[in-house]
C-alpha cells in the first residue's frame, strides 16, 4: 500500500486530470481508479471522559450525499442533483462566519427577498420545519419544549429569490415566563420578529389532541397585533393523524372557516392532500372589528393552508417552492453562502443542549450549564472543541454520566455526528461534567 504523502500525490495529480478533462469524461475516468478514491477516507472523533468513539466513515458521497462538494468537484454527481440547489455549510471559524455575514451579497440582476416568521405554540416542530427548509440542520430539535432559547436567522437562496427564515421560540405568556424562571427572550423575540416580518407561517401541531383544536391566545394575539402582514397555516404531523377526516374539523375550527377572504369549502379541503396548499381567491382585507373578539379559537385571515409533515421532504418542498414563490423585488440581505447567522460556536452549544433535553429526564436538562474550554483547527484541519457541563447536584452529575461514562459519550457521538454535517469538516468532541461551585 502506498504511503499517505504517496496516496496524497497520486489524488493531487488525479484532481488536476480531472479538472482536464471535464466531468463527463471525470466519471468515466474515475471508474478505474476506485482505490484512490477510497482512501480519502475520513474519521470523525467523539471523546467523553475516558470514553472513546471514532467510527471510520464512508467517502464524501455516504457522509454528504451525492451531492457533496467533494463530488460536484470531481464531477461525480448523480444527473438529478444538477437540479438540486447546492446547500452551503457554516464555517467552524468564528471570524470566517462573521465577515460572511457582513460580506456585500452576491445579487442577481432581478433579486428577490422574503422575510418569513415561523409562530406557533412550543414544540409544535417550527425548527425541523426551519431545518428542513434549508436542507441542513442548524437550529437544535428535541421533544421537550422551549429548545430554542432565542431568535435564530436561517437562509434559503435559490436562483433570484432569498428567503430568510426567523426561527422563534415557542408563544408564551408572560405568567409560564416568570413561574418557570424562563429567559426573557423567551417571550420578547417572537414579538420583535414580527416587526420586520413579510410573511407569517403558523405551525400548529395536529397530532395534539389537546392543543390542535384552537390556537394559543398568544398566537392570536400576535397575528391580532400585525394583522396588516400575511399569514398562512401550516397544519403539521399530518401524518401522525389515524383518521385524515379530523383534518376537516380542525382546518374549519383554525381558520373560522374562511381562507383568504371566502367561506372554505369542505369538499375542497377534503381532497387535498398533505404538502397540498388550498388557495383561495384574491384576499379581502382583514376585518378588524372582529379580530378583538375574546371568544376567537382561529383566525379567518390566511391566505393558504398547507398539511403536511415536516418530516416529509416532498411535503416541505411543496412549501419551499410557495415561499420563494412569494419573495418580493428588492435587495438580498445576506451573501449566497450564509446559511444561518448563528456563530459556530452557537451552533455547538444549541446542538450539544439538544441532546441534553433528548436524554436526560425532567427538569435536569434545563439547569446544565455549558462553557466552551477550547475551540481550535487541529494540525490535520479537524476541529477539536473541549466543553464543560456544569451541573448544580452531585445526582445530576451521576445521571449525566450514566453507567460506566456511556451515556455523556453517546451525546458526545452524537453532537459530534451532527456537527460534522453542519461544518463538513472532521470533529474531535470531548465533553466533561463538574460540579457547579
Given at each position: 500500500m502506498a504511503a499517505p504523502g504517496q496516496r496524497g500525490s497520486a489524488l493531487l495529480r488525479a484532481l488536476f486530470g480531472f479538472w482536464q478533462l471535464g466531468p463527463v469524461a471525470?466519471?468515466?475516468?474515475?471508474?478505474?481508479?476506485?482505490?484512490?478514491?477510497?482512501?480519502?477516507?475520513r474519521c470523525v472523533s467523539c471523546v467523553a471522559g475516558a470514553a472513546f468513539s471514532g467510527p471510520l466513515l464512508a467517502s464524501a458521497s455516504g457522509r454528504y450525499g451525492q451531492n457533496s462538494a467533494l463530488d460536484?468537484?470531481?464531477?461525480?454527481?448523480?444527473?438529478?442533483?444538477?437540479?438540486?440547489?447546492?446547500?452551503?455549510?457554516?464555517?467552524?471559524?468564528?471570524?470566517?462566519?462573521?465577515?460572511?455575514?457582513?460580506?456585500?451579497?452576491?445579487?442577481?440582476?432581478?433579486?428577490?427577498?422574503?422575510?418569513?416568521v415561523l409562530l406557533g405554540a412550543p414544540n409544535a416542530g417550527k425548527s425541523t420545519l426551519s431545518n428542513q427548509l434549508l436542507g441542513r440542520k442548524v437550529f437544535p430539535v428535541s421533544q421537550k419544549v422551549h429548545t430554542t432559547r432565542c431568535q435564530a436567522l436561517g437562509v434559503i437562496t435559490e436562483e433570484e429569490a432569498q428567503v430568510i427564515l426567523l426561527d422563534t421560540p415557542g408563544l408564551i405568556s408572560p405568567v409560564k415566563q416568570k413561574r418557570h424562571h424562563l429567559e426573557l427572550s423567551l417571550l420578547e423575540d417572537p414579538w420583535k420578529s414580527m416587526e420586520s416580518a413579510d410573511l407569517v407561517v403558523v405551525l400548529v401541531d395536529v397530532s395534539d389532541k389537546w392543543t390542535r383544536n384552537q390556537l394559543s391566545p398568544q398566537v392570536l394575539q400576535c397575528l391580532t397585533q400585525f394583522s396588516q402582514v400575511p399569514s398562512i397555516l401550516v397544519m403539521n404531523k399530518v401524518d401522525c393523524l389515524k383518521q385524515k377526516s379530523v383534518l376537516l374539523e380542525l382546518t374549519a375550527a383554525l381558520t373560522e372557516g374562511v381562507v383568504n377572504g371566502k367561506k372554505l369549502k369542505i369538499r375542497q379541503a377534503f381532497r387535498s392532500q398533505a404538502g397540498i396548499h388550498c388557495p383561495g381567491p384574491a384576499a379581502k382585507g382583514p376585518n378588524t372589528q372582529s379580530?378583538?373578539?375574546?371568544?376567537?379559537?382561529g383566525w379567518p385571515h390566511f391566505q393558504e393552508i398547507f398539511m403536511l409533515s415536516a418530516l416529509n421532504q416532498e411535503d416541505v418542498k411543496t412549501l419551499k417552492q410557495y415561499l420563494l414563490a412569494q419573495a418580493r423585488p428588492g435587495p438580498w440581505e445576506f451573501h449566497s453562502e450564509v446559511l444561518t447567522s448563528q456563530t459556530p460556536e452557537e451552533i455547538c452549544a444549541n446542538i450539544i443542549r439538544?441532546?441534553?433535553?433528548?436524554?436526560?429526564?425532567?427538569?435536569?436538562?434545563?439547569?446544565?450549564?455549558?462553557?466552551?474550554?477550547?475551540?481550535?483547527?487541529?494540525?490535520?484541519?479537524?476541529?477539536?472543541?473541549?466543553?464543560?457541563?456544569?451541573?448544580?447536584?452531585?445526582?445530576?452529575?451521576?445521571?449525566?454520566?450514566?453507567?460506566?461514562?456511556?451515556?455523556?459519550?453517546?451525546?458526545?457521538?452524537?453532537?459530534?455526528?451532527?456537527?460534522?454535517?453542519?461544518?463538513?469538516?472532521?470533529?474531535?468532541?470531548?465533553l466533561s461534567v463538574k460540579l457547579l461551585s
Open positions: 471525470a466519471r468515466e475516468w474515475a471508474t478505474q481508479f476506485p482505490s484512490l478514491l477510497r482512501c480519502q477516507r460536484r468537484f470531481l464531477g461525480l454527481s448523480q444527473p438529478d442533483s444538477l437540479l438540486t440547489p447546492r446547500v452551503p455549510a457554516v464555517s467552524m471559524r468564528r471570524e470566517e462566519q462573521e465577515l460572511l455575514l457582513v460580506h456585500p451579497p452576491d445579487m442577481p440582476e432581478n433579486p428577490r427577498v422574503l422575510r418569513v379580530v378583538g373578539s375574546p371568544q376567537r379559537t439538544e441532546k441534553l433535553l433528548e436524554h436526560l429526564p425532567q427538569e435536569v436538562p434545563y439547569n446544565v450549564q455549558q462553557k466552551t474550554v477550547v475551540w481550535e483547527e487541529g494540525p490535520n484541519g479537524q476541529l477539536v472543541i473541549v466543553q464543560k457541563l456544569l451541573v448544580p447536584k452531585e445526582s445530576h452529575v451521576r445521571i449525566l454520566i450514566g453507567p460506566k461514562g456511556h451515556l455523556i459519550s453517546q451525546i458526545a457521538d452524537e453532537v459530534g455526528r451532527d456537527l460534522m454535517n453542519i461544518f463538513l469538516c472532521e470533529v474531535q468532541l470531548r
